[in-house]
């Protein structure tokens, strides 16, 4: 199957600031992938550059088998919808409207079961707007278009978590009738992750995972108890971090754990618990500079 | 943390999928022959990827106890229950007796007093 999103070698640099560095990339079509990451990782970027909204200095991206720049066919089967988009200062309805001439594929049902679920007011002018109601303006068109390719990046600010419920599920719903290649950054891992197929992990402009969600859920596990028999139980695993209180210690162990070792830690009296995929996130693209280095060497 | 129905963020959806989908089985609450929920009325349900739940689908198909009806659906397999009950039993003593007689070692309950104590608490069910 040809990729819906294709990256080689993809490198952004502002001025000596390298933020993406020899990213290569494919999504398979009818997909949601989860886009994560620090701030200042390099998502924004990426998805920038995907959406035609940013050059790469060097590599190449193809949307749908060709180059999104100025390319109107590929463009209106692209959606994006940012943090803080800005719309013309047009009314709400008046958006929309021309937001539906713009996609082949726009179903005005849907736009307006958002629109009502959102509370939008329809006559009101998007300057007028709250920030909550204006990511839920960029939500309805990033939905309604149904666009092959859907781009969302961090798409919620303001947005309550009830709001961002009707987000996820109408996604979902959706999306099953419709399916479609979608990738989302969010930093909302924990609330998103159910949503995803895939997950790509950025780190200072690297690919650190690119990986089936479910792979990443309890590939570490954190072992506490007495620190010597974590010390006992830790020795000779990789172990990504370590806290210690008096006599108790806590570490994070990468790796699934088997029959053997889980009979050998409840030996030991100590707790397991498998790591979530925000917490395995955290881990491996969370840390400082320092502790990264330090874990790798590990 | 998002309600997905009680699944856990800390394994893998699909395989928690595949244990529902079992329990239920072996619970009687899906008998044999009947038809399971679609992936997408799973994805709305647990609110998880259709795909996550279409793999957990697959894995009870691999093992034969779901089986698909071409263009209708799947539906539980002729010997499911049965099938799902013996490798239960096969694994009680490892998931239940092992870490009861190792808590009771710690206590200091001994093999005798553990057999009372279970007489006692089937008396109560």
């Known amino acids: ?298 | 943390m998002r309600d997905m129905a009680g699944l856990a963020e800390g394994a893998p959806l699909f395989v928690q999928i595949a244990e529902r989908l079992a329990d239920e089985i072996a619970d009687g609450g899906l008998v044999e022959g009947e038809q399971v929920p679609s992936t997408n009325e799973l994805a709305a349900y647990y609110r998880i990827n259709p795909a996550t739940a279409a793999k957990g689908i697959a894995m009870l198909t691999d093992d034969g106890l779901l089986e698909k009806r071409r263009g209708i659906g799947m539906f539980v397999a002729a010997g499911a229950r049965a099938r799902l009950l013996a490798e239960r039993r096969k694994r009680f003593a490892e998931r239940y007796v092992e870490p009861l007689v190792a808590e009771a070692s710690r206590l200091g309950i001994d093999a005798d007093e553990l057999i009372a104590l279970i007489r006692e608490g089937s008396t109560k069910l």
């Open chain 1, 1 to 298: 199957m040809t990729p819906a999103i294709s990256v080689t070698g993809l490198t952004r640099h502002y001025r000596g600031q390298l933020a993406l560095d020899d990213v290569t990339l494919d999504l398979e079509p009818e997909s949601i992938t989860g886009l994560l990451g620090r701030n200042g990782a390099g998502k924004t970027t990426l998805l920038r550059i995907l959406a035609g909204h940013e050059f790469a200095s060097a590599g190449t991206v193809t949307l749908l088998g060709a180059s999104p720049v100025e390319n109107e066919t590929v463009l209106r089967q692209m959606v994006f919808v940012r943090e803080d988009q800005s719309y013309p200062d047009l009314k709400v309805r008046r958006v929309v409207q021309v937001a539906s001439w713009f996609y082949p594929n726009w179903s005005h049902e849907l736009a307006d079961e958002l629109l009502e679920e959102f509370d939008l007011p329809l006559n009101r002018k998007v300057r007028k707007l709250s920030r909550g109601m204006r990511s839920a303006l960029g939500i309805v068109i990033g939905l309604a278009a149904r666009a092959e390719v859907t781009l969302f990046d961090e798409p919620y600010a303001g947005l309550d978590p009830a709001s961002r419920q009707v987000f996820y599920d109408r996604l979902l719903a959706d999306y099953a009738e419709h399916p479609r290649t979608v990738l989302l950054s969010t930093h909302l891992i924990d609330e998103a992750a159910g949503l995803f197929e895939r997950v790509v992990v950025i780190d200072r402009g690297r690919i650190v995972f690119n990986t089936a969600a479910d792979d990443l859920r309890g590939a570490a596990t954190s072992v506490s108890g007495p620190a010597i028999a974590v010390a006992e139980f830790t020795a000779g695993r990789p172990v990504w971090n370590r806290r210690r209180i008096a006599s108790q210690e806590s570490a994070v162990v990468a790796g699934a754990l088997n029959e053997t070792d889980r009979a050998r830690a409840a030996a030991l009296h100590l707790r397991l618990e498998p790591l979530t995929l925000q917490e395995v996130v955290v881990q491996v693209a969370g840390a400082p500079a320092a502790s990264q280095q330090e874990r790798t060497s590990a």
